[in-house]
């Protein structure tokens, strides 16, 4: 049984359709699943901590550094991607796709992995897309191949 994956994706959540095929034609019994993953990843984090100063003690609080928080983001974006990785494992071809900066992001994070990952076939940009036009472009585009 071959495996077809096609994964529409931003920072904040994840579309996975799986295209399966049990008989010779694509079109006929091609049975087609979708998943989602939300991220969880938090866009304002206020760490805790932070102290203010001897000389007045009700004056500002000094602000979490950035880099903490641009740390804690890139975690769990990589747990995300990792999520993803863990879905589609065993397919045969993947196509990515998105708006933004994740889709090459999730590219390099399964080229990092030592062990078997599908062949991506493609990593093309798309705008917002709702579920059915995520099935019908992932539909379409495996179709051709």
């Keep these: 049984m071959k495996k077809h994956i096609g ?59 950035d880099s903490k928080i641009e740390v804690r983001q890139k975690q769990q974006l990589r747990k995300f991607y990792h999520q993803i990785i863990e879905v589609i494992k065993d397919a045969d071809k993947v196509l990515i796709m998105g708006p933004g900066e994740a889709k090459s992001e999730l590219k390099k994070e399964m080229e990092k992995l030592k062990t078997r990952v599908p062949k991506i076939i493609d990593v093309q940009t798309c705008d917002k897309m709702t579920i059915n036009q995520i099935i019908a472009k992932v539909k379409s585009y495996f179709d051709k191949i």
């Design 7 to 65: 994964i529409w994706l931003d920072h904040k959540k994840a579309f996975i359709v799986i295209k399966k095929r049990t008989e010779p034609s694509w079109e006929e019994a091609a049975e087609v699943t979708v998943t989602e993953i939300l991220s969880g990843v938090e866009r304002k984090v206020r760490l805790s901590g932070g102290s203010r100063t001897r000389n007045t003690p009700w004056g500002p609080q000094e602000v979490a550094v």
